[in-house]
């Protein structure tokens, strides 16, 4: 089990829709590891899941931990909160992360000053539990 | 046969014969059926035609924003044979036209009225946050919503595409602002346009952010309004009142991995591989199909809900290379009298959101002859083209 440290009744922010095609990486992200779908025919990881490979169309199919590794390929600052939820952190950043293994995914920052964030940033994952059940998977810039 | 000489056996055989609006206006007190009534109304007067010659509809509005091709049908009292619904998106504008000139083709209906209402400033809850149920979706809504992470409202897709793109081509806010500042001077032309005073570059540059790197300027309005377009058959357009507006070529939406709703290809927003994408031969059918070079295109029309959306329009049809759009843009070139005026009613960002039906109004009323002090000049072929790919060629 992962430790809890949020509040579970005060986290008010939209949570996943978890569904037969997306369970494992949340799954994994509740076991603070990135989890994304894997096919062994060619060998590539790809997002979204789905219940085949998009490239060559098998089904040889497994969930595997990736390094966590990406650069951020996009990024905003939203200035306008459309969810209340989310008002306390205007402005606040979303991202998109190219991961190392290839896709890309949407996501959040964390303890990243947003004079740094820029399109190239090497940045790594981190999990912030929100929920007794709920991690997200966020990131920070690199270390190394 | 083979698809290229079906494609141009559709060729100029169908046409817009009436086109007809609603007032446009923010917080008016009308339903979708009320202002959608006047629109189709206004285009059966405008053709000369009256309700009993409607077989066919082509819906572009109803969930998750109201009424459906069948409310609609029943509402109006009409008899018909042929529908094809689809729900309030810009991105379903071209395939509403094409289903029209493909069901009159074919011969399923004679005339077929495409309608959109748009109730935005009552609806607007649905547009990002907590009431924006298709934006909920899992791994990401329709525009590239993410509402976990505060990712949500259609603009947030635009913002993110043009984030991107301003870092791999150097683009800037200040080159933006040529598209809403464009499209303001066309508004000005045009009194049926919501937002007609001057919009400066220093006024630009001192409004608010919403997105960043989208400021309010960036923004479509929010506003209600309807538009109706009768197609029917080149035939039968010419017993009409109204000099035919002529279906040349099209082509349809793209869809696949490589493509973001929001983005051009080869951009890397999503999933999208990442290259610095010319159109091919088999991205620009549109031309094709219509036997018309892009050099004759007297006027360019495009969703243009969020600014960035022009210049991705612009680059995916060939108009300029990739990422040259920014510049490409300035000096007056898309505004009145440019070299390729856009949107010339002022288009989502200043005249009224209305789907992108109110571009399909205005190229008609150009191609008349019809409007006024904004009219292009010796105009003959006009195209709508989208970000995400999909187009109608018109000529009179
Ligand atoms: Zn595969």
Redesign the interface.
């Known amino acids: 089990m992962a430790e809890h440290n949020a509040a579970p009744a005060a986290y008010a922010?939209?949570?996943?829709?978890?569904?037969p095609?997306?369970r494992p990486f949340w799954e994994a992200a509740r076991r603070h590891e990135l989890h994304l779908p894997h096919c062994a025919d060619c060998a590539r990881a790809?997002?979204?899941?789905g219940p085949v490979c998009?490239w060559c169309f098998e089904e040889n199919l497994s969930w595997r931990a990736l390094s966590g590794r990406g650069v951020i390929?996009?990024?905003?600052?939203?200035?306008?909160a459309?969810?209340?939820s989310?008002a306390g952190?205007i402005?606040?950043a979303?991202v998109?992360v190219?991961l190392e293994e290839g896709?890309?995914l949407?996501?959040?920052t964390l303890n990243l000053p947003h004079d740094r964030l820029?399109?190239?940033l090497p940045v790594e994952v981190a999990f912030d539990d929100v929920t007794p059940a709920i991690t997200?998977p966020?990131f920070r810039a690199r270390r190394n | 046969m083979p698809a290229r000489e079906r494609r141009a056996a559709l060729r100029d055989r169908t046409a817009i014969v009436g086109v007809g609006a609603s007032v446009f206006g923010r917080g008016l007190p009308q339903s979708q059926l009320q202002l959608g009534l006047r629109a189709f109304k206004a285009a059966l007067d405008d053709a000369g035609l009256r309700r009993e010659d409607v077989d066919g509809l082509a819906i572009n509005l109803g969930w998750p924003l109201g009424t459906d091709y069948d409310r609609v049908a029943e509402t109006f009292g009409l008899d018909i044979r042929y529908a094809n619904q689809t729900w309030t998106h810009g991105r379903f504008v071209t395939l509403a036209l094409q289903h029209a000139a493909l069901a009159v083709h074919a011969g399923l209906a004679e005339c077929v009225a495409c309608l959109t209402a748009c109730s935005f400033t009552q609806e607007k809850d649905l547009l990002?946050?907590?009431h924006?149920i298709e934006g909920?979706?899992?791994?990401?809504g329709t525009h590239?919503e993410?509402?976990?992470?505060?990712?949500?409202?259609p603009s947030?897709g635009a913002?993110?595409?043009f984030?991107?793109y301003m870092?791999?081509y150097g683009a800037t806010g200040d080159q933006l602002a040529a598209v809403p500042m464009a499209l303001r001077r066309h508004a000005a032309l045009n009194p049926a346009a919501i937002m007609r005073e001057p919009l400066t570059l220093e006024a630009y540059r001192a409004s608010?952010?919403?997105?960043?790197?989208l400021r309010i300027y960036d923004y479509c309005l929010v506003s209600d309004g309807a538009c109706c377009v009768l197609v029917t058959s080149v035939e039968r357009a010419r017993d009409l009142a109204q000099r035919p507006v002529l279906l040349s070529g099209m082509q349809g939406i793209r869809s696949g991995?490589g493509e973001f709703i929001f983005g051009p290809p080869g951009l890397?927003?999503?999933?999208q591989p990442e290259s610095a994408r010319t159109p091919l031969a088999a991205d620009l059918g549109v031309y094709e199909m219509a036997g018309i070079d892009r050099a004759a295109v007297d006027a360019f029309y495009t969703y243009d809900a969020f600014s960035p959306l022009v210049l991705f329009a612009l680059e995916r049809f060939g108009f300029c290379g990739p990422g040259e759009a920014a510049a490409w843009v300035q000096g007056g070139r898309i505004g009145p009298g440019g070299e390729l005026p856009v949107n010339t009613s002022g288009g989502l960002l200043s005249e009224a959101h209305v789907s992108g039906w109110n571009s399909i109004v205005e190229l008609v009323r150009q191609l008349r002859g019809a409007c006024g002090p904004r009219q292009v000049s010796d105009a003959h072929v006009m195209q709508w083209g989208t970000p995400w790919g999909d187009s109608v060629l018109f000529h009179n």
């Open positions: 922010k939209p949570l996943p829709r978890i569904t095609d997306n790809f997002w979204p899941p998009p390929s996009s990024w905003v600052l939203f200035h306008r459309w969810f209340p989310f952190d402005p606040y979303v998109q190219e896709p890309r949407t996501s959040g820029a399109v190239g997200l966020k | 990002g946050g907590p924006d909920m979706r899992e791994e990401g590239g993410n509402p976990v992470y505060g990712q949500t409202s947030g913002a993110l595409a984030s991107r870092a791999r608010r952010w919403v997105i960043q790197p991995r890397g927003i999503n999933q």
